[in-house]
Structures are given as structure tokens and as C-alpha cells.
């Protein structure tokens, strides 16, 4: 017993270990599937456990009614469009005569609810805008009048040609939905959008919106001039007409229901942690930059996260990428920080800023 439990293995060359080892990898392998999995086609889409066809379906039909009286600008509609699904307020600024009323307009008309404009003008009041009492004689009472805030969409066009004791009227509107009038609250339909607009160049006669009113805004949509293929087809299209484009033709796309059901869909749209802690870095770094005089507040990260939740479902995608925050940062972000006056000098814009700061931030994987 001793012998055999001292013996020696008998010596196994290398050449003979190596055969093995191959012979037993190839019976290994022809066990397994050696099938290659085909790649996606060119037009794979992600297929959802939400009912997002039907956003791209009403998304399509709202493009294709903007289509037909704007050229160009389609960030712009996907972006009111994005505002429009998470019920948040518009700035829309840009040089005049580039389509900033018309876009306001043409995507109101797709809506199947009630609409008001606002011309703002420096002698307008507070009460041109929320509504005043009117003493009835015959009742000997005083009853109250709404103004045309009252609505679903409102157009507020030049909205920073109006003091500050006027802008302080949209203040509780733009973000309880709802005001109060001689201690008597009055709540707003559903929905409730403000689009407003607004000339960057022109400083005669204009007044800078208050901090506190910018930051109710979901997005600042900066309008640029058309491209010189763009320009020449607005002169093909309206060449033989001297009137405004007639917007009455435009069919409805979008019923309350509709919104209400879309607005449900995007609220779905799930959103991991680590991206939670992504929009919350980049919002913070806002606070503590050496360019930056004033950074972005809370409100700010909330919206850049409902935001980025239309941007994924109007993708065909259920949850949201990193992707999708940064392309909505800068539109959250543009008007909620105010640069040091040695950025300015040193020819800084906001974007340039906060593309900086995206770039710096590791994105969660």
C-alpha cells in the first residue's frame, strides 16, 4: 500500500497536455450555438412596454400641420412639443421676423382647446392680465371679470416689454396654476401653457425679466436665422401672397384627453438613479463655477428630468439615456444662469458654459 500511495504520476508531456486540453474546448464548443445573432436592421426601434405609438403617431401629425406653414426650425416644434407633454411654460427668444409668434401660434392651433393672446405693452397693468371687478348696478354688487389668462394656451407676445408690477401677475399663475383676486382663489382649466416671446437686441423700451419669473419657465428656446436652402423656400412658398398665412386650415392633432393621456405616458418613462444623480451633478456644478454669478435652482433638475422623459418617449424609448439630459440641458439650463461680468468680457455665452460643465461631468454608464 505504502508503494503505491508513494508512486509517482507518470509524466504527461506537454504536447500531450495541450491535445488534450484542445479536444476538450472543441467538444465544449460543439455543445454550445455557434450562430452569430444577426444586427438590428437600419430601421430596428426599440419596442416598448408603453404605449408609445400612439405619441408617435399624434407627434407625426403635429409635425406634418408645422410643416406646412414653417420651414425649418424643427428643434423648435419638437421642443414646444416636449413643453407641451410636460405641461411647462416656453420662452421663445430670437431676432424679429423669424417665425417666433407663427411657431407659438401654428402649434396652438393643433391643440383641440381655447386660446388668448396678450399683447404686452409698457402701460400694461396687472388687472389687463388676471381680470378686474366690475360693480353691477343692478345687483348693486361688484363681480369679478376675467382677463384673458383664463384660457388653456396663452400667447404672450414681447413679454419683456412690460414692467416688473406687470410681470408680477404671471407669477403665482405660471406656477399654482391659479391666482387670487381680493382673497378669492380662482384655479385654471386644464391645460395650462404660457408661450411667451421676446427680442434679445432691442433694449430700448424693454425690461429684464425678474430671476424668480425666468425660473418658471420649463425652456428657453433660442430661435437662429434660417439657412440660405430654408430662406429660399419660404420665397418659393410665399411669393404670389401679401397676407398673413391663413392658420384656420390647420387640423386639430391633440384633444385634452389626448394631452392628458400623453402627459400619463411620459410620466412612465422610467429613469434610473444614476441618472438622477447625473442631472442633480449637473445642476450643482451651476452653483459653484468660477464663471457663473448665479447658478440653477432645484426647480431647474426637476425639469431637465421631466423634460428628458418626453425627449426619450418621443425617441420610441421608454427610459430615458444620458443622451437625452444632454441635449436638454442647455434649453433648461440657458435661462436659469446669469455669467460674471469678466465671462462676459471674455465673450462667454451661457451655452458655451454649460456645455463645459456637461463635458467635465463623467456620464453614468
Given amino acids: ?109 393643433c391643440l383641440d382647446t381655447e ?108 430661435l437662429e436665422y434660417p439657412t440660405l436652402a430654408e430662406e429660399q423656400q419660404i420665397l418659393s412658398r410665399y411669393k404670389n401672397t401679401s397676407l398673413s398665412p391663413d392658420l384656420d386650415s390647420i387640423q386639430k392633432v391633440f384633444t385634452k384627453a389626448d394631452l392628458q393621456k400623453i402627459q400619463e405616458l411620459v410620466n412612465e418613462v422610467k429613469i434610473e438613479e444614476n441618472l438622477l444623480s447625473y442631472i442633480a451633478q449637473i445642476t450643482h456644478s451651476t452653483r459653484n463655477h468660477a464663471k457663473l454669478y448665479l447658478g440653477a435652482s432645484p426647480r431647474a433638475s426637476l425639469s431637465m428630468a421631466k423634460a428628458s422623459k418626453a425627449l426619450a418617449a418621443i425617441r420610441g424609448r421608454d427610459f430615458i439615456t444620458p443622451d437625452d439630459i444632454q441635449t436638454i440641458a442647455p434649453q433648461v439650463l440657458n435661462h436659469r444662469i446669469i455669467l460674471t461680468p469678466e465671462a462676459e468680457m471674455e465673450g462667454m455665452t451661457p451655452e458655451s458654459v454649460i456645455n463645459e460643465i456637461i463635458h467635465k461631468i463623467e456620464v453614468p454608464r
Avoid: C, W
Fill in 1 to 109: 500500500m505504502e508503494e503505491e500511495i508513494n508512486k509517482e504520476p507518470e509524466h504527461v508531456s506537454e504536447t500531450e497536455l495541450s491535445s488534450e486540453t484542445e479536444k476538450t474546448i472543441e467538444n465544449e464548443v460543439e455543445n454550445e450555438s455557434i450562430e452569430i445573432p444577426e444586427s438590428p436592421e437600419n430601421n430596428f426601434q426599440f419596442e416598448s412596454s408603453l404605449e408609445l405609438a400612439f405619441v408617435k403617431q399624434k407627434l407625426a401629425e403635429a409635425r406634418a400641420q408645422a410643416g406646412g406653414f414653417i420651414i425649418g426650425q424643427q428643434d423648435t416644434i419638437d421642443l414646444l412639443l416636449i413643453g407641451i407633454f410636460t405641461n411647462g411654460h416656453i420662452l421663445l427668444e430670437g431676432v424679429p421676423g423669424i417665425a417666433k409668434t407663427l411657431s407659438a401660434k401654428v402649434l396652438s392651433k
Fill in 115 to 222: 386660446f388668448s393672446r396678450i399683447q404686452f405693452t409698457p402701460d400694461l397693468m396687472p388687472s389687463d392680465i388676471i381680470g378686474t371687478s366690475v360693480f353691477n348696478m343692478k345687483s348693486s354688487e361688484f363681480t369679478f371679470h376675467k382677463g384673458p389668462i383664463f384660457s388653456n394656451i396663452i400667447l404672450i407676445d414681447e413679454v419683456n416689454r412690460s414692467p416688473a408690477k406687470t410681470q408680477s401677475a404671471l407669477f403665482e399663475v405660471m406656477e399654482e396654476r391659479q391666482i387670487t383676486f381680493e382673497g378669492v382663489k380662482y384655479e385654471m382649466e386644464y391645460p395650462f401653457l404660457i408661450i411667451a416671446t421676446q427680442n434679445p437686441v432691442e433694449q430700448e423700451g424693454t425690461y429684464s425679466l425678474p430671476e424668480a419669473q425666468l425660473d418658471r419657465f420649463l425652456f428657453k428656446i433660442n
